[in-house]
């Protein structure tokens, strides 16, 4: 996966970034990022959502912004806009690059607002109740700045489809977020009987539907024709659900036994294997759930669904002409759905 990203970053000129260079030169984030270490000793989940986006390349944070890059360049210029090509810079706009950063914006301020704790539920081991008070205020004000930034920067693309699309992936983002702390209240609690088609449902709204909108967005800002901007649309919505399902079957694909990950009752391949079983089964069963769901039928139909949503996004790249950017959109999608 990473050097599949190593890669593509290569096609559109630069690495890209989970936010744009002004942001992150700015005094305000300079600011945020002193008061985040006061709370180093701490167990406050923004600590490590810190450090991810310093240290983590297992789960490349910029891969949304890499995406929208992608397909813009994948895409080139519509016949509408053959005029405006000396403003493109590696095959790509200078609009669709701020599209990318403000994407990526908007998801890192969601996965900081995600590091609020429950201040109800803490331990003693956590840290001191007022530091870790002093990380819910500061996940909360940093991740509303990041937002802030995000939407003045929307603004100043000046084209008010764009600005719809991504004010409702912000929108289904709140949704699926919003739906998701709902069923954890209870760490790793007993899941509802949602079924696989209301679970495909939840993670467009939290997972899918911000890079999907982005890709079409991308094609808007091009003026290339709604067919196109369809099929972007498509790619992004699928590769993201085949990343996501991906991510879900890890705890079950690992070849080592003893390399134990943790899960979610959330997860596809339990969901799934819910189903075949049937509710009264799985109640019964719960406890033991890991290795029954590797066990069962849930993991080989999880990898044939992460499989399907990638064929599906692959088949909307079909649209797209042969290029570096289509190739390097291809090979995203293949290490989405590669299993041992």
């Excluded at 806009?81 to 998801?107: D, K, P």
């Excluded at 996965?111 to 909360?140: T, W, Y």
């Excluded at 289904?172 to 209870?186: F, T």
Aim: charged share 20%; proline share 3%.
């Amino acid at each position: 996966w990473s050097q599949v990203v190593s890669e593509a970053e290569k096609i559109v000129g630069y690495p890209t970034s989970f936010m744009s260079l002004r942001c992150l030169l700015s005094d305000e984030l300079s600011n945020i990022a002193m008061q985040v270490r006061k709370l180093v000793g701490t167990k406050h989940p923004l600590l490590d959502t810190a450090r991810g986006f310093v240290y983590d390349s297992r789960n490349n944070l910029q891969m949304r912004g890499l995406v929208i890059l992608l397909i813009s360049k994948a895409a080139g210029p519509s016949t509408a806009e053959l005029s405006f090509q000396h403003n493109m810079v590696s095959g790509i706009y200078s609009s669709q690059r701020s599209l990318a950063e403000i994407t990526e914006l908007i998801h890192t301020a969601f996965l900081v607002h995600r590091g609020i704790v429950n201040i109800g539920e803490l331990k003693s081991c956590d840290g001191p109740l007022k530091d870790m008070q002093f990380g819910n205020k500061m996940a909360v004000l940093s991740g509303d700045f990041l937002l802030a930034n995000a939407c003045t920067s929307l603004a100043q693309l000046q084209n008010t489809k764009v600005v719809e699309l991504i004010s409702s992936a912000i929108g289904d983002l709140v949704q699926g977020i919003y739906y998701e702390n709902l069923k954890s209240s209870e760490d790793n609690c007993v899941t509802d009987d949602i079924g696989i088609s209301r679970w495909k449902e939840q993670v467009f709204l939290s997972h899918s539907a911000l890079l999907a909108k982005s890709c079409q967005a991308a094609m808007e800002l091009a003026k290339h024709s709604t067919e196109i901007q369809d099929m972007a649309f498509q790619y992004g919505k699928h590769m993201s659900m085949s990343h996501k399902l991906h991510s879900d079957l890890q705890p079950f694909v690992k070849e080592s036994p003893s390399d134990t990950m943790a899960f979610s009752l959330n997860s596809a391949p339990a969901i799934l294997h819910q189903e075949f079983l049937g509710r009264e089964s799985w109640l019964k069963q719960i406890r033991e759930l890991q290795e029954a769901i590797k066990a069962g039928k849930g993991v080989t139909s999880a990898i044939d669904l992460c499989r399907c949503h990638g064929n599906r996004a692959l088949a909307a790249l079909e649209r797209f002409p042969p290029s570096e950017a289509r190739d390097a959109l291809a090979n995203i999608v293949y290490a989405a759905t590669r299993f041992p």
